[in-house]
């Protein structure tokens, strides 16, 4: 059995390079005994974490040794990677598959089998007992990003009229319980009417029946909750476990807190994935370089046509160009600072959004917030950025400063714009705002700076 007292508990750095050092020493010198002993003393989340840089061999080598044991393979089946889980499990027979998931919950189960192929997950189905299987089966059907898909059946309920003392009793023979610190009253219908928490339960006289102990107005979602709303009403009311019910409150199970910090990850991830135009694939790292590829091929899509818009933007205004060849020096500067303003803008509304302190009906003040926000940043790097085209160009037209510093403070603002509308949109639209933040926003400020700063020049320089 693992221990529960890690090596190294949060390994970092040279910790990890130590621990896999060893591992590989032992499986060069095939000393079986010893890495059988290395990883009873490793916690699975440790050990999950050297897989990551293993090679093949040595995956299935320790695996191997793992599964020998007969202990604790779900348990660290449940902390690896999901290509991970995918690349040792595909080759095993259904029968193996089924042995080393026996002492999973469901809903870890029917995680793990959503990443195999049907054929093999429906084969590992037939090898369980029909009520397990038909559990599984059930949390399969909800999406992955459901409550439905991240909830647990092994709740603890009892029914009002149970007694205080006869609750305890039941608490302490209950074994497969996923979360005991609540504990969920149902009426005989199994509708959920309250939860009672242990330390009301405890402080409670041994005769009171747990309808006069329980809260009825009790949070709860239903199967088809967003895991992402999911998590904010677990962090907004500081639960360590919330019920998932049917439409007419029937109790299906629970989604607890370790769940729920999976999904804060998982969704963070993926947020910071979008904003940089990488997709939302979040073993993006595990995957080959032909996957990467195929991965941020699309979205870099957006960039190369920004890109080809704003060449031909420069290549109108090529004449002006001519005229006054020190305008050439100053494009990066007005590209990349409206670039880097408008990311600033959009992440910060992607995660109001995101983190419930944003809402659509108090967008105008926001939206309001950021364009002066984008004028004051514009009139102080106008100034500095006008100051140094005048005295490095001192033979160019002495409208020049003018033009650079009123160009960067339209392209500021332009840009606060953009990275603040864009997300707000993309949400009315029930589109996934982190998406704003990557290409299609730098793409967007790139060329309306572009031809702002022309534009301009135009107006302000006679010799032109």
């Known amino acids: 059995m693992m221990s529960a007292h890690p090596i190294g508990s949060s390994m970092v750095g040279t910790e990890v390079a ?10 060069r010198r095939k000393a079986n005994a010893n890495l059988r002993r290395l990883i009873e003393k490793t916690h699975a989340a440790d050990l999950a974490l050297l897989f990551r840089y293993f090679n ?68 590992i189905l037939e090898t369980l007992q029909r009520k397990e299987s038909e559990e599984i089966e059930e949390l399969m059907a909800y999406a992955d990003d459901s409550a439905g898909g991240i909830m647990s059946l092994d709740v603890f309920s009892l029914s009002e009229s149970t007694k205080a003392m006869d609750a305890i009793t ?17 009426d005989e219908a199994s509708h959920l009417t309250g939860v009672v928490s242990l330390r009301d339960l405890v402080t ?16 709860h979602v239903t199967p088809d909750t967003d895991q992402e709303e999911v998590a904010k009403l677990v962090s907004k009311y500081n639960l360590l476990a919330i019920p998932v019910v049917e439409k007419d409150r029937t109790l299906l199970g629970i989604v607890t807190v370790d769940d729920v910090v999976d999904v804060i990850r998982e969704e963070a991830t ?9 997709g939302k694939d979040r073993e993006i790292l595990m ?23 704003a060449a031909y933007v420069i290549g109108v205004f090529e004449p002006v160009l001519q005229s006054v060849i020190a305008l050439a020096a100053f494009i990066p500067v007005i590209i990349g600072m409206g670039g880097n303003v408008g990311t600033q803008s959009s992440t910060i509304i992607v995660r109001g959004f995101a983190t419930g302190r944003l809402q659509l009906s108090k967008i105008g003040s926001v939206i309001w917030k950021e364009i002066r926000v984008g004028l004051i940043l514009g009139v102080f790097y106008g100034i500095l950025l006008g100051a140094v085209a005048m005295l490095k160009f001192i ?19 332009i840009a606060t714009s953009i990275g603040t509308l864009v997300p707000i949109v993309l949400r009315k639209l029930d589109v996934d705002p982190a998406i704003a933040s990557g290409p299609f926003v730098t793409t ?21």
Do not use: H
């Open 444 to 464: 967007a400020i790139d060329v309306f700076g572009i031809l702002a700063y022309f534009l301009i020049a135009i107006s302000f320089i006679s010799s032109i």
């Open 287 to 309: 995957k080959s370089t032909f996957d990467n590829v195929k991965l941020r091929l699309p979205w870099l899509f957006a960039s190369w046509i920004g890109g080809t818009i």
């Open 56 to 123: 093949e061999p040595e995956k299935s080598f320790v695996f191997t040794l793992i599964r020998e044991s007969g202990e604790a393979t779900g348990e660290l089946l449940s902390e690896l990677d999901e290509s991970i889980i995918s690349e040792l499990l595909s080759p095993l027979e259904p029968a193996d598959v089924a042995s080393m998931l026996s002492d999973m919950g469901s809903d870890d189960m029917a995680d793990i089998l959503n990443l195999l192929e049907d054929e093999k997950a429906q084969a």
């Open 18 to 27: 130590v621990l896999l050092d060893t591992f590989r020493r032992l499986i």
């Open 395 to 413: 033979d160019a037209p002495p409208e020049l400063g003018l033009v650079v510093g009123l160009a960067i403070c339209v392209s500021m603002i």
């Open 170 to 186: 039941a608490i302490q023979s209950s074994e497969k319980a996923e979360m005991v610190f609540y504990l969920y009253v149902t």
């Open 270 to 278: 993926e947020d910071f994935l979008q904003m940089a135009g990488i």
């Open 204 to 219: 409670a006289p041994a005769s009171a029946e747990l309808k006069g102990l329980m809260e009825r107005d009790v949070v």
